[in-house]
């Protein structure tokens, strides 16, 4: 199910307003944090790192998305039985 997940979330959540209003602001918060290292690191070091701190923000929508969905369907199978 996580593969059909993660289809769903690339291919349609990705390009929703929400999810871009969402990774700008995440884009802002990795500047503003490494705005002070801009002097004291070279800029090749500077673009590694922002590299992988935008892998990782990638990553975590993708997993938020994930767990949300499970947590939703958890909460419908709880609320259903109960009917």
């Keep these: 199910m996580n593969e059909i997940l993660k289809?769903?979330?690339?291919?349609v959540?990705?390009?929703e307003d929400g999810t871009q209003a969402c990774e700008k602001r995440l884009e802002e918060e990795i500047h503003t944090l490494l705005k002070p290292y801009s002097k004291r690191f070279p800029e090749e070091d500077l673009?590694?790192?922002?590299s992988l701190?935008?892998?990782t923000e990638l990553k975590a929508m993708e997993e938020g998305y994930?767990?949300?969905v499970q947590?939703?369907?958890?909460?419908q199978k709880?609320?259903?039985?109960?009917?």
């Design 7 to 11: 289809k769903i979330y690339e291919r």
């Design 13 to 15: 959540i990705y390009h």
């Design 47 to 50: 673009e590694l790192i922002k």
């Design 53 to 55: 701190m935008y892998a």
């Design 66 to 68: 994930q767990l949300g």
């Design 71 to 75: 947590y939703t369907l958890i909460l």
């Design 78 to 83: 709880a609320l259903m039985s109960e009917l």
